[in-house]
């Protein structure tokens, strides 16, 4: 055989080495773009408090909840803001560009699962990484929740490989670990803390003088906007902090939780410490995932909707479990373990206890907060009445665009500190004031608010149902009654229409009835 029919052949080879690569690779983005697909309809109501800051930094009022009065800080996702903010400025719609930023970046991650599982693990890896990736389905609601979670995700798995690179002895950007670790930090403060293990790493390795440039840049980067933050908000945390975090018995249920929902993932990638060839890399794997997780074991965080701040580490954990059944020795024990992973994440996923509720979140907020927000913002209230008090502070204070008091306390920062929510509404007085409840007609407290002693002197204006047993109840000023009740009924029948109109139940047949009806055969 002559040299050039060796190359060819050799070429031929490497060819067939990549079909089944190739088919696999398409059959997983037809699965996560399908599973996007499902999940398209959702925002969740919480992306609107981001959204309601970026609006006003595109505005030029810097990033604000009300733009005359105190500034706080309720939210903790700065880059995340930035970042919708030029979506604002571009004069596009927030839901839809956070929706397909998200996607993108989940695309990407789906895409360093597939390259990265198959250059460490073969084939196997991708199976079982990319595989374990899409087959759980809350992936795809927090990539279209419209908050940063499937951002904080791709940043925190790319983070990790270049950990692997270095331990590999691979060539890494010099720039890269530094700025991804700014990155991190800025999209949620406890990035800093993910993004840490590796930083160490990668430092401790390089031993080119360039480190410290873009090492001293990154901190006098991230310094210059702590500071600004604490200058511009007056606080050294972001107010969620104050309200939400510092609860263990709810940071020991989530961690218990958590790992039972994740635990073949979590075994696959703890046995690379056993073996010597994998020691490094599990080792950089699980310390990069305790130390993602622990800012939430011992905090107990609030909202987690469908494992949203477990999901900041899958990713990882799927990697990890990807490369320990890839490397196995043993084929037969490797696809039995391979096999149980990805089924456990589909089994978990589909079975989460608040997938119902969730997977019908997008039409039942369009019906009730979003169509109370429009409502407000069509009235015939002048400017300087425009207020509102609220305890669902998303949805609703954006799109009516009022100065609106949140009476749970996150965007208050009197509230967040102790102060007495119904004290600060009474002393306000707001225009309107909408009640949270379990029916037409509210009983008792929420979020220490005493309704029936704030609401005193104002009128019932609407009652709108958003899904059984959790009502939005309007109240306003006597003068303003009229017209604030007038079109917030009409924009909420409106939205009723069209909006799974003869359901209100929280269950998955819904969502599923909701997707059949949707299928073009």
């Known amino acids: 055989m002559t040299v050039l ?45 981001s959204f309601r800051y970026s609006a006003n930094l595109a505005a030029g009022h810097g990033p604000v909840w009300n733009v005359d009065g105190p500034r706080v800080e309720g939210f903790t996702n700065f880059a995340w803001v930035v970042w919708s903010g030029l979506g604002a400025w571009l004069g596009l719609a927030l839901p839809l560009f956070t929706k397909v930023t998200s996607l993108l970046l989940g695309l990407g991650t789906l895409y360093l699962l597939i390259r990265e599982g198959h250059r460490r693990a073969g084939l196997t890896g991708v199976l079982v990484g990319a595989g374990a990736y899409v087959v759980f389905l809350p992936t795809y609601f927090h990539i279209t929740a419209g908050l940063e979670t499937a951002a904080f995700a791709a940043v925190l798995l790319r983070v990790v490989v270049l950990g692997l690179r270095v331990l590999a002895n691979e060539r890494v950007r010099t720039w890269e670990p530094p700025v991804l670790l700014l990155l991190l930090g800025m999209l949620r403060p406890e990035g800093v803390l993910a993004a840490l293990p590796v930083f160490v790493v990668w ?33 050294l945390l972001p107010n969620t902090f104050y309200v939400k975090f510092g609860n263990l018995d709810s940071g020991w249920v989530w961690t218990k939780h958590t790992t039972l929902l994740l635990l073949p993932l979590l075994l696959l990638t703890l046995s690379l410490l056993v073996r010597k060839t994998t020691r490094a890399a599990g080792g950089l794997l699980v310390v990069t995932v305790a130390v993602t997780y622990l800012t939430y074991a011992v905090s107990g965080p609030t909202m987690d909707y469908l494992d949203r701040f477990a999901d900041h580490a ?29 089924g456990w994440s589909a089994v978990a996923g589909a079975t989460a206890p608040d ?27 002048p400017a300087p009445a425009r207020s509102l008090a609220v305890t669902d502070a998303g949805a609703m204070p954006y799109y009516s665009g009022w100065t609106s008091i949140d009476y749970i306390g996150l965007n208050d920062a009197a509230i967040a500190r102790g102060a007495d929510p119904t004290q600060v509404v009474m002393q306000a007085r707001p225009t309107v004031i909408v009640v949270t409840a379990n029916g037409p007609e509210p009983v008792g407290t929420r979020y220490g608010f005493d309704f029936a002693k704030a609401t005193a002197g104002y009128e019932k204006v609407a009652a709108v149902e958003m899904r059984a047993g959790y009502w939005q109840d309007v109240y306003a000023l006597p003068q303003y009654a009229s017209t604030v009740g007038e079109h917030v009924r009409q924009r909420a029948d409106a939205a009723r229409q069209v909006n799974d109109p003869d359901r209100i139940d929280d269950s998955v047949d819904r ?5 059949r009806s949707q299928l073009p055969f």
């Open 314 to 342: 899958i990713p990882v954990l799927c990697l990890g479990a990807g490369i320990a059944v890839g490397t196995l020795t043993q084929r037969v024990v490797g696809a039995v373990l391979g096999l149980v992973a990805v």
């Open 203 to 235: 430092f401790w390795r390089e031993r080119g003088t360039r480190r410290w440039v873009w090492t001293g840049a990154a901190v006098v980067v991230g310094a210059a906007y702590f500071v600004w933050r604490w200058r511009f908000y007056g606080q």
């Open 355 to 381: 997938l119902g509720v969730i997977a019908n979140y997008g039409p039942d907020l369009q019906r009730a907060h979003v169509a109370i927000g429009q409502g407000l913002a069509e009235a015939d209230v």
């Open 5 to 49: 029919e060796t190359d060819v052949a050799s070429e031929g080879t490497t060819t067939a080495r990549r079909v089944p690569l190739i088919v696999v690779s398409v059959v997983l983005v037809a699965v996560f773009l399908a599973g996007a697909w499902a999940a398209w309809f959702l925002t969740i109501d919480d992306a609107f408090i």
């Open 511 to 515: 969502w599923l009835d909701r997707l």
